[in-house]
Nanobody, 125 residues
Framework: QVHLVESGGGLVQPGGSLRLSCAASGFTFDDYAVGWFRQAPGKEREGISCISKSDGGTYYSGSIKGRFTIARDNTKYTVYLQMNSLQPEDTAVYYC??????????????????WGQGTQVTVSS
């Protein structure tokens, strides 16, 4: 059975950091790129970062570039999202998803096969 489980969310003050994890099981992790998405209250879900399955190529949306870093550990079937300099506008539910090949369209949700349930990130003083 396929599972993607996000963890590491929580409440953090502006300027703080969090590291999210996305742990995968039930499928061949090495065969998939993994993306991070987020959905803020009242807004559509947006893709923010993606990491390729093989060469470690990474993608970032403009809203988080320079503050967030994505990485993967194929030995642990896990992808990480290090989030620094968090701001209130980063408050959202964060989801990870697995896509067989990002094909230059890393944030196209329709190509994603698997999704996690999400983890809440709240940035507030």
């Amino acid at each position: 059975q396929v599972h993607l489980v996000e963890s590491g969310g929580g409440l953090v003050q502006p300027g703080g950091s969090l590291r999210l994890s996305c742990a995968a099981s039930g499928f061949t992790f090495d065969d998939y790129a993994v993306g991070w998405f987020r959905q803020a209250p009242g807004k559509e879900r947006e893709g923010i970062s993606c990491i390729s399955k093989s060469d470690g190529g990474t993608y970032y949306s403009g809203s988080i570039k320079g503050r967030f870093t994505i990485a993967r550990d194929n030995t642990k079937y896990t992808v990480y999202l290090q989030m620094n300099s968090l701001q209130p506008e980063d408050t959202a539910v964060y989801y990870c998803g697995a896509i067989p090949d990002e094909m230059g369209l890393p944030f196209s949700e329709k190509f994603y096969d698997y999704w996690g349930q999400g983890t809440q990130v709240t940035v507030s003083s």
